[in-house]
Nanobody, 120 residues
Framework: QVQLVESGGGLVQPGGSLRLSCAAS????????MAWYRQAPGKQRELVAR???????NYADSVKGRFTISRDNAKNTVSLQMNSLKPEDTAVYYC??????????????WGQGTQVTVSS
């Protein structure tokens, strides 16, 4: 059973910073691309940032220059450093990963989400 567990959300003032982390656990054979998505109230879930197994990255235009995605392949973790946060960054942030588990095919997994609120 593969699980993705996020941590690090919370309330922050505009201009502040937060770091989200996501740890994958279970009988993992390999992890391919990992990503962060977000969903604000009344809006569709959107891709925030993505990182491949070789650490190539891409970002949503709205977060370029402010957010940085990184991963630790030895620890099966992915992080999202969020700087210069804006009220429009308020959303539930979800970790996502393509994982091949031992004895299982390649599947896409989601974490349970962590709330990020940017407000004064």
């Amino acid at each position: 059973q593969v699980q993705l567990v996020e941590s690090g959300g919370g309330l922050v003032q505009p201009g502040g910073s937060l770091r989200l982390s996501c740890a994958a656990s279970g009988s993992i054979f390999s992890i391919y691309a990992m990503a962060w998505y977000r969903q604000a109230p009344g809006k569709q879930r959107e891709l925030v940032a993505r990182i491949t197994s070789s650490s190539n990255t891409n970002y949503a235009d709205s977060v370029k220059g402010r957010f940085t995605i990184s991963r630790d392949n030895a620890k099966n973790t992915v992080s999202l450093q969020m700087n210069s946060l804006k009220p429009e960054d308020t959303a539930v942030y979800y970790c996502n990963a393509d994982i091949r588990a031992v004895g299982v095919g390649l599947y896409n997994y989601w974490g349970q989400g962590t709330q990020v609120t940017v407000s004064s």
